[in-house]
């Protein structure tokens, strides 16, 4: 089959798992613990990364329950603060970057022909060591103060600045988790990262080279160097406030002569390239996903690996957006408005290509593709709201209002996270051999897009009404009541969308049809093996002659590589 | 929600601007704004169209379509024109900028020094010699002519906090180890309402900010009873000994006793305020007497702790401070 050898048989039998065997529970889950294959981890990431978005769900929807109306006793204002604080932190470090790295992890070496990453046991080190990190940030519930007293969860805001986290404002231990848990994942994070940009740079089959790369590939490789880029400058700070808090150092102990602003500035320079870190993956899968569904190659695709560099370039040179208030000077104030506003450019090239890819061809609005299309209008949308925060005197307005907060949730859940979702429907036929059930995939679409525009679209409003972020609760009388009990309301549907997610991935997962080897008439080269996929992907390493080889196979007498 | 009765001169919309920073930040907004509409509704509608016209026909015949790998002038085409306005819109910013923050200040312009505090407003007027809390009194000013804006110098005492009151300029951060600075210039009379944006801890929902913008009369005035020293009313003496005698002056000032603490709000002027707890409750002898006797019941965390004074005590307390006007 021209150089591309496919195991397993196409009648999409399931192989069946322990009964055929005779392997006890406890011998099925030792094999998942003890695995260094890159799709057994992958997975693991991503079942862990599924889990703490249902915690921190959970978390978002307890504090959408205490604002829906104003001067609301639900929660106290403590546990309020350690829940946006939990919250925040969690969606990016124990969801955001699990998810992230599940995919690379699953998907990278199957898609460039590889049979593992470089290094597997490097590869489950990272991975438990990221998820020991989210173990010891939610022991602090229970240790936060101290094996004596009683457990008390971090309330310093993910962003955690100084001097708040200081020995003098932030007592007992629950800083000290925070800061550990983070630390902790991060090394595994820094480690998964280098091992993605080792696999990509030395593991790509025959013909592969980089021009031929799937964008997949291209956009992990971006993505894992920023995150060696963007990683290091938090361990950095974090280690320097561990000094403050236990060995009498005063880097950010203001009472002491430190610096608070200096936290601000280590905390963004890892704080903004990490939203680029969660977005490009989100690009990644749609760069992969709408071609398929429109049934046409990616328009521009030197175009697309040019954005995607520009992005994580200028993606380092933005972070003081986040610092317009804190009173730099006009000069720096103008330089960072205009860094951030260069953003749009390479993002608006990224939103332009993949309308060419969609125009002219043959739409299928499967459910993956549903989700690519919501992505397009919301992630539309977060840009043009981030040209107006990084316009910096409109930001003086907008910054730590509710505005900014509706913004980012426009990138994270309607940018990222749906684009999770998307990655989801798309890769699970190939990841469990099964389909997931269409009828349940609408209605969760449906659910999700009602729910989160309910959420999201009104929650601007409250901010521009002068409603600041992280305010345990608010008076009446401001006009801001009426918007936030709308935002509680759209919470609810988000949730009822997201319990028949978690429904319809367990429910596939035994009464699923088979999938077969390539159920969207997909093109890259993990549709090219059996699903799932054996544990060494391909009896025989492929060979490529474009970035298209399941097209060129489908196709031989107009393959790709005539063309590009 | 019903029950809700929303005065609009008091909701801190920011876009209704009633100071001429705010004035020149509604401006850009509303730039910026009419550009990313105008974006947003040629490129969605472009996706609508493909949506729309690009879907696969039920009369489909199975083939695949032209396979178009891209196009170098209608790429280039869509680089430069985002890049064009991306141009437009950072010299529009830059002026901004400009204009707001490189304003020099005029002479005569009011100075106040804004403290920030866990969890309250310490306000002070150096060369008035006045030092209030959680209420700026401002005079009116006109944006040409007969100017007079305030400037205002900010710091914090304790961690990171933020002045934002909507209607009059945009946020700036109070700093510990740094000194900040902004400009207001109300063009108008009234209450205009702000709070804490930064978060700073427990109590950062409850570090609301009251700016009364008064006529140069009214304004004239405020000063005159403020720069008094406070009132000694001989039929609550009682209760001044009382307040001498517990801790209340170790963290509290009044103007001509020995109470001359600085880590809670100065009583020289009490009753002139409106609210306690920089916003948690109805500044009033009742709500005084409540607050008293249980802080924590009002502002969880609040670092003010309750004094355990008994009841006659507590009346004659009460007493004292309600003279403070």
């Not at chain 1, 049979?115 to 990221?130: E, K, Q, T, V």
Request: proline share 6%; charged share 15%.
């Amino acid at each position: 089959m021209n150089g591309i050898a496919t195991t397993g048989d196409v009648t999409g039998a399931v192989p069946s798992r322990s009964a055929a065997t005779g392997k006890t529970v406890f011998d099925h889950i030792h094999s998942w613990v003890v695995s260094v294959d890159h799709k057994k981890l992958g997975l693991m990431y991503i079942m862990f990364g599924l889990f703490f978005l249902l915690v921190a769900g959970l978390e978002a929807t307890l504090m959408r329950i205490q604002l829906a109306v104003p001067n609301n006793h639900f929660v106290s204002p403590q546990f309020f603060n350690q829940l946006f604080t939990v919250h925040g932190t969690t969606m990016v470090f124990f969801v955001g970057m699990p998810l992230v790295f599940g995919f690379a992890n699953y998907l990278v070496p199957i898609m460039i022909g590889a049979r593992d990453l470089a290094f597997p046991r490097l590869n489950a080190f990272g991975f438990w060591l990221s998820a020991f990190g989210g173990l010891l940030l939610y022991f602090s519930f229970i240790g936060g103060e101290g094996m004596a007293g009683a457990g008390s969860a971090p309330d310093i805001g993910w962003f955690a600045y100084a001097p708040l986290t200081g020995k003098a404002f932030s007592k007992g231990h629950s800083t000290d988790y925070w800061i550990l848990g983070l630390m902790v994942s991060g090394f595994g994070s820094i480690a998964t990262a280098a091992n993605v940009i080792t696999t990509i740079l030395c593991m790509r089959c025959r013909g592969m080279t980089l021009a031929k790369m799937p964008l997949l590939a291209w956009i992990n490789l971006v993505m894992c160097g920023m995150v060696l880029i963007a990683v290091s400058p938090l361990t950095a700070a974090q280690i320097m406030l561990l000094l403050d808090r236990f060995a009498g150092a005063h880097f950010f102990d203001t009472q002491a002569g430190g610096s608070a602003t200096l936290w601000m500035h280590f905390f963004w320079i890892f704080g903004h390239p990490e939203v680029y870190i969660l977005i490009l993956p989100a690009f990644a899968f749609a760069s992969e996903i709408i071609p398929v569904f429109s049934r046409k190659a990616i328009f521009g695709y030197p175009a697309m690996v040019g954005a995607t560099a520009a992005i994580g370039l200028v993606s380092v040179s933005v972070w003081a957006h986040h610092m317009f208030t804190i009173g730099m000077t006009s000069a720096s104030n103008t330089f960072f408005a205009v860094s951030t506003m260069m953003v749009g450019i390479p993002t608006g090239i990224k939103i332009f290509n993949w309308l060419g890819t969609m125009w002219g061809g043959k739409l299928r609005f499967d459910t993956p593709m549903l989700f690519c299309i919501a992505f397009l209008f919301q992630f539309l949308i977060a840009g043009l709201t981030g040209i107006m925060l990084g316009a910096a005197p409109f930001n003086w307005q907008l910054n730590d209002s509710y505005f900014v907060v509706a913004h980012f949730h426009f990138t994270l859940v309607g940018g990222f996270l749906t684009m999770i979702f998307a990655g989801v429907y798309y890769w699970y036929p190939k990841a469990t051999g099964r389909l997931f059930n269409e009828t349940l995939g609408k209605w969760h679409f449906w659910l999700w897009v009602i729910g989160f525009h309910m959420t999201f679209d009104t929650m601007h409003i409250p901010g521009m009404l002068g409603m600041p972020r992280r305010i345990y609760t608010y008076e009446a009388g401001r006009g801001w009541g009426i918007w936030n009990l709308i935002v509680t309301i759209g919470t609810a549907i988000q949730v009822i969308g997201t319990l028949i997610f978690v429904l319809n991935i367990l429910y596939s997962l035994r009464k699923g049809r088979p999938a077969g080897n390539d159920p969207w008439d997909a093109w890259t080269l993990e549709w090219a093996t059996s699903s799932p996929p054996p544990e060494y992907n391909f009896a025989e390493t492929p060979t490529v002659k474009s970035r298209r080889p399941l097209w060129d196979i489908k196709h031989p007498t107009d393959p790709d590589w005539k063309y590009e | 929600m019903a029950a809700e009765k929303t005065d609009p001169a008091l909701v801190p919309s920011i876009f209704a601007p009633e100071s001429t920073p705010a004035h020149a930040i509604t401006h850009l907004a509303g730039f910026v704004l009419w550009i990313t509409s105008a974006i947003f509704v040629v490129v969605g509608g472009l996706l609508v169209y493909a949506l729309v016209r690009f879907r696969r026909r039920a009369n489909d015949d199975g083939t695949e379509p032209a396979q178009v790998y891209g196009s170098g002038p209608v790429e280039a085409a869509w680089t430069t024109v985002p890049f064009l306005i991306v141009l437009v819109l950072t010299l529009a910013t830059a002026r901004i900028i400009h204009e707001v923050q490189d304003a020099r200040k005029p002479v005569g312009a009011l100075d106040v020094q804004v403290i920030g505090h866990q969890w309250w407003w310490e306000i002070r007027y150096p060369k008035l010699g006045i030092v209030t809390a959680n209420e700026l009194h401002v005079p009116v000013s006109q944006s040409s002519g007969d100017r007079l804006p305030t400037f205002l110098d900010l710091r914090s005492a304790d961690v990171v906090h933020s002045f934002w009151v909507p209607r009059l300029a945009g946020k700036t951060d109070l700093i510990p180890n740094k000194v900040n600075s902004m400009w207001i210039e109300p063009e108008r009379t009234g209450l205009f309402l702000g709070q804490c944006a930064k978060y700073c801890g427990t109590q950062h929902a409850k570090m609301l900010l009251r700016v009364y913008v008064d006529t140069r009369e009214d304004f004239d005035r405020w000063v005159k009873e403020q720069e008094r020293i406070a009132a000694n009313d001989p039929s609550a003496a009682a209760g001044r000994l009382v307040f001498e005698q517990t801790a209340c002056i170790n963290c509290h000032s009044v103007n001509g006793t020995v109470a001359n603490g600085r880590f809670g709000p100065d009583l020289t002027h009490l009753m002139s305020r409106a609210t306690l707890g920089s916003g948690a409750l109805p500044n009033s002898p009742e709500g005084l007497r409540a607050w008293i006797k249980s802080p924590e019941q009002f502002k969880p965390g609040v670092l003010m702790p309750a004094m355990n004074l008994n009841n006659a005590d507590l009346d004659k307390l009460v007493a004292y401070l309600t003279t403070l006007k």
